[in-house]
């Protein structure tokens, strides 16, 4: 059974979505604040499938709570649910790390419908094998050999450019942070340097792109971060 954490501070809400959760076959558990949901979360003998997270909590707020997931390298879907309606939020949390953005009040089926995204997204990503080979536009990579070609000529890249490509390719048209990004890349989790995915995104776009102000495969999404697409898709 399919099993989500619903972490809401609102008795009369939580009482009701989890209701209607169980309804649907889903195994619910309620933390009634941030200091609960972070026991349970960073307990190793339980396990989620999927977090329903409110923002304004007791103790630890939503934000603190996707920061310290993503930052011990639990990436679990996160789905925020909040009455705060800014825009500021909604790229804040999707910077710490959440997949998905959801403002109260909001229709079941909408919620029920961004769940199953969720969950076969994740699925999905868990079935996948790493990727060995790309093609893109004029561009053949083999990163098990490290050879990169583009029109048939040999070109020189750095490993972290080819891992950060790979990266890329992996969760291709997903949107990742700068945080996320340098997690995955380089290492880094405190988010001190974002700058430096820009710089290498940058040098990718010089390389690879017809042209580089209008990228086809390299993509930037203003105030969150990037994405991947082996078509072209104009910004």
């Known amino acids: 059974m399919t099993r989500l954490l619903l972490v ?4 009369h809400i939580a009482n009701g979505l989890k209701f209607n959760l169980e309804l649907e ?3 619910v558990s309620h933390a009634s604040d941030g200091k609960q949901a972070r026991t349970w979360l960073f307990d190793e003998k339980l396990n989620y499938d999927l977090i329903l997270l409110d923002i304004m909590l007791p103790h630890y707020s939503g934000f603190d709570l996707c920061h310290a997931l993503r930052k011990q390298k639990n990436y679990t879907p996160i789905l925020i649910l909040t009455a705060r309606n800014f825009e500021s939020d909604k790229i804040k949390g999707l910077r710490l790390g959440a997949d998905d953005y959801l403002t109260k009040p909001f229709n079941l089926e909408e919620l029920l419908t961004r769940i199953q ?3 076969r997204r994740q699925e999905w990503h868990q079935q996948q094998e790493k990727l060995t080979t790309l093609s893109f536009g004029n561009v053949q990579i083999d990163f098990e050999r490290f050879e990169v070609l583009q029109n048939g000529q040999a070109i020189k890249l750095t ?3 080819l891992k950060l490509i790979r990266v890329f390719a992996e969760q291709e048209g997903l949107v990742l942070s700068r945080d996320e990004l340098l997690e995955q890349v380089w290492d880094i989790h405190d988010g001190s340097s974002p700058r430096t995915v ?3 995104v940058m040098r990718l776009r010089k390389i690879f792109e017809t042209d580089p102000a209008h990228p086809r495969h390299f993509h930037a999404i203003r105030g969150v971060g ?3 697409t082996r078509e072209q898709t104009a910004d």
């Open 8 to 11: 809401e501070d609102d008795a």
């Open 25 to 27: 076959g889903y195994e």
């Open 117 to 119: 995204v969720l969950l």
């Open 159 to 161: 490993p972290l450019e």
């Open 198 to 200: 820009d710089n290498f």
């Open 226 to 228: 990037y994405k991947f």
